[in-house]
């Protein structure tokens, strides 16, 4: 089962205060991040070879556990400054749905942030996002993919 984020224009993710299309973003870095990012290998997201650009990428969402994995459309990113993974300061909205990844399986997730965003500039980056086990919800973990754009 594919499930696709679309472009976050059209899958109701919005930006206040939306800077200029086809410009590089210069972005309100916040503080060093504090967010735990669960390091097991049970459950991994990654960026699909070949499809990195500094405005989309295609993320998978492995699942290698009995359990049935759940997510939904929200996710964050951050920038790698001085060593440290900094919040990039934008306010996003998303719609709700529910995604599940099947035990023992993947799902591929499109994602487009230039809406949201903008064009990243040259960087190291990541995108986390939340996750939890079907009937564990009070078990919410983060995970993430850190890529670069050159």
């Known amino acids: 089962m594919k499930k696709t984020m ?49 405005t989309s990428a295609t993320l998978i969402l492995e699942n290698n556990t009995d359990k049935l994995l759940r997510y939904d459309e929200y996710y964050k990113m951050e920038i790698k400054k001085d060593n440290e993974w900094h919040t990039i300061n934008v306010e996003l909205y998303f719609n709700d749905p529910l ?21 990243l500039a040259p960087g190291e980056y990541r995108i986390i996002k939340e996750v939890y086990f079907e009937n564990e919800e009070e078990q919410e973990f983060n995970i993430s993919a850190e890529f670069t754009i050159k």
């Open 6 to 54: 679309l472009a976050i224009l059209l899958c109701g993710v919005m930006l206040l205060g939306v800077t200029g299309c086809g410009t590089t973003n210069e972005f309100d870095i916040g503080n060093v991040s504090n967010l735990e990012i669960n390091n097991n290998n049970n459950v991994t997201l990654s960026v699909k070879d070949g499809t990195l650009e500094n």
């Open 99 to 119: 995604w599940g990844v099947n035990q023992n399986s993947k799902e591929e997730i499109e994602l487009n942030w230039e809406h949201g965003y903008g064009k």
